[in-house]
């Protein structure tokens, strides 16, 4: 079953689900003053489908519901960086297959049992076993209790990305005592900063926390309540926002930035996702032209993508023509000038590559983003490339995309960190990479990264990025501005690594 990360898929789905909506989402009651000193209230878009981290644990947009309840082993701090949290210390073995957790000893569940190596390796065997969405990144990794603070993970080969993602979703750990209970997908026992409260929450619309009066990292805390409103709806999250019935509110529209400024809201924002086209066919099975690199060059150079910019999301987010992040050590911002819009020059690539009257594409297309669909029509139509929009329906466009039906796509995803997006995006068995299309160039950068030194990885990452620009895999348009609101009686440092902030990073201004 295909399993995606939920920042930029979540919000295109949500943005899907929705197409036609016209009234409130979830219910706004914050079960207390959303300004009162003692208490954060906050909006999110989506809710947990389960919290037992076996079923339904993630990150992304439905995070602060996991991080209220439990504890990650690592932690991100709001610059992103890692930081010791559950583990004190960690160390790799000489070639990076086995790695050492020191925990600490002070950590308890909310039920009174220790967090222990034990309840460690009890609780990442059940994430690994279970069926949550990033499940596969511990496919194959064996965990031993070495002693009570002690734990190693082994791993089949080196995987760089594995420090990361014991900061997030796959570094969560629960009580095993909860394990058998079938009332733990609703009420977490974990060793995190708040306790669910059940008796006021509603599941899937209003989920009420009070602090762990145990919790190890009481300076961490901020608030003594917790709330977070589920509201689906933009409409209804604004109008939240203006009745004063939140703290903080996830914005998925940035044209509604200009109104929430104005009404005293504060906004913070990271580039956390790209949107652009996505050339899966790159070996011309379904689609022959785009086998040849001189045509998806053609595609990347149709696109003005600071008008796109400014008519998709009023300028709000930055033009790229990449998909590694700023953050990544492959990012090299003189690519974001290799494809200047050119229309004549694409034309003239389309006849060089033998197509000079064009050709016609298949692509689907979704009413939920209309105008998107029809710019990037307008545009290929430029340079003699004729776009044939299929709807397959909102419920099938993802399966579509991926089955594979269609060559290429415009698709929004998240730029993960370097390791995961090879593997979410480039590597030959790649989620998006559909039709397994491969290059013994992009396969050599691919090995050095995963087993090189780490000056080696760094090098190889940044000609792999190099690479697939020139050869044109991708044809983004900007990266995506990931838009958050505080009101004036809260701060926030957005961390750039999460579609939706630490609620570590929340605190009074009074």
């Known amino acids: 079953m295909f399993r995606w990360k939920a920042t930029a898929a979540l919000t295109v789905i949500a943005a899907l689900a929705l197409t036609g909506c016209a009234g409130g989402g979830g219910d706004a009651s914050d079960g207390g003053e959303s300004g009162s000193a003692d208490r954060l209230t906050l909006t999110a878009i ?27 082993l690592l ?12 583990a004190t210390a960690w160390e790799y073995n000489d070639d990076n297959t086995v790695l050492t957790l020191t925990l600490r000893d002070d950590a308890t569940f909310t039920d009174g049992e220790p967090v222990d190596a034990e309840a460690v390796v009890a609780s990442m065997e059940r994430f690994r076993d279970g069926t949550s969405p990033q499940a596969a990144t511990m496919a194959g990794k064996e965990f031993t209790a070495v002693d009570a603070t002690t734990v190693e993970i082994t791993t089949p080969s080196p995987d760089p990305s594995l420090i990361n993602l014991l900061s997030i979703a796959p570094g969560l750990i629960q009580a095993p005592s909860s394990f058998d209970d079938p009332d733990s997908a609703t009420n977490p026992v974990g060793s995190g900063p708040y306790v669910l409260d059940t008796a006021a929450s509603v599941t899937g619309t209003t989920y009420v926390y009070t602090a762990n009066p145990d919790y190890w990292n009481k300076d961490a805390v901020s608030y003594a309540n917790l709330t977070i409103n589920v509201i689906e709806d933009p409409t209804a999250t604004l109008n939240a926002m203006k009745a004063g019935e939140a703290n903080g509110a996830k914005i998925v529209n940035n044209d509604t930035i200009p ?3 104005a009404s005293g809201w504060t906004i913070e924002s990271n580039e956390l996702d790209f949107q652009g086209l996505l050339l899966f066919d790159r070996d011309g099975t379904m689609a022959p ?32 023509e990449q998909v590694f992040p700023e953050t990544s050590v492959g990012f090299d911002a003189a690519l974001d000038d290799t494809y200047a819009y050119d229309p004549e020059a694409a034309k003239e690539l389309l006849a060089e590559a033998g197509y000079p009257n064009g050709f016609t594409l298949n692509m689907m297309s979704t009413p939920a983003f209309q105008t998107t669909f029809d710019l990037v029509a307008q545009q290929l139509s430029d340079i003699g490339i004729t776009v044939n929009y299929t709807d397959p329906g909102t419920g099938n466009f993802i399966t579509d995309m991926l089955a594979p039906k269609y060559p290429a796509t415009w698709m929004a995803l998240e730029q ?20 397994k299309s491969q290059d013994p160039t992009v396969d050599g950068y691919i ?8 000056e080696e990885a760094a090098a190889a990452t940044k000609e792999l990025n190099a690479y697939i620009v020139d050869q044109a895999w991708f044809a983004p348009f900007f990266r995506v501005q990931g838009t958050f609101a505080v009101d004036a009686d809260t701060n926030l440092e957005f961390w750039p690594t999460n579609a939706y902030p630490s609620i570590f990073d929340f605190s009074p201004k009074n």
Not at 447 to 454: K, N, V
Request: no cysteine; charged share 20%; proline share 6%.
């Open 75 to 86: 932690q991100k701090n709001s610059a992103g960086e890692i930081e010791p949290w559950l």
């Open 447 to 454: 090995a050095t990264i995963q087993t090189g030194t780490e």
């Open 46 to 72: 989506a809710a947990p489908t389960s919290y037992d981290i076996g079923q339904g644990a993630e990150y992304g947009n439905r995070s602060p519901f996991f991080q209220a309840v439990f504890d990650t």
């Open 289 to 320: 032209e785009l086998a040849d690199v001189k045509v998806r060059q053609a595609i990347n150079m149709a696109f003005d993508r600071e008008a796109l910019l400014e008519a998709l999301q009023l300028g709000y987010g930055t033009v790229t």
């Open 416 to 435: 993960n960190p370097d390791w995961q997006l090879i593997n979410f995006m480039i590597a030959p068995n790649a989620t998006f990479n559909p039709f």
């Open 259 to 261: 109104e929430i400024e």
